[in-house]
């Protein structure tokens, strides 16, 4: 016993300097790579309480699936109204094996887990006054963005994520795309 306490003495800073190294590997904030394209739904008619997109928002939402197109999108997320799930309706009909996941547009932070641990790039659809809270999470330095206005509807916020756990986003917009 004497001789097994002696060796565990001898190895005991080595063996703790291992753990460290180890326990860092899995504490460190890891990601998949990957893109994450930030929307607010395309232009929507004037009437009711979730309206259709109008004639402007349906081209919108086609220019999007264009700009989309060879941006391998696995995942789309999107608020449940009419005028969100259509602004994705023109990719899915471009790709097959994509849908709408509904996210709860009052809890951002699960949204944000669920895109940095879900594999692939993603596109999230959301509203004037909700999608920038979703970007200003992946901001990690420098002026965080503003609400949209009501007119604004141009903006395609890309969010890059890497794997040492940083992100960066820039503004874009669509005619940025072509």
Known sequence: MMNMIKILKRFNQPITALLLIVSFQFCSPKQEPKTIFLVRHAEKQLVGDDPQLSVAGTVRAKKLAQILADQKIQHIFSTDFIRTKA????????????????????????????????????????????????????????????????????????????????????????????
């Open 87 to 178: 602004t994705a309706q023109p990719l899915i009909e471009a790709q097959s094996g994509l849908s709408i996941e509904i996210y709860d547009v009052k809890k951002h932070d699960d949204l944000v887990k669920e895109l940095r641990q879900r594999k692939g790039n993603a596109l999230v659809i959301g509203h004037s006054n909700t999608i920038h809270h979703v970007a200003n999470y992946f901001v990690q330095e420098g002026d965080k963005f503003p609400e949209l206005e009501d007119i604004e509807y141009d903006f395609i916020f890309v969010v890059t994520l890497e794997k040492d756990g940083s992100s960066k986003v820039e503004r874009r917009v669509y005619k940025d795309f072509n």
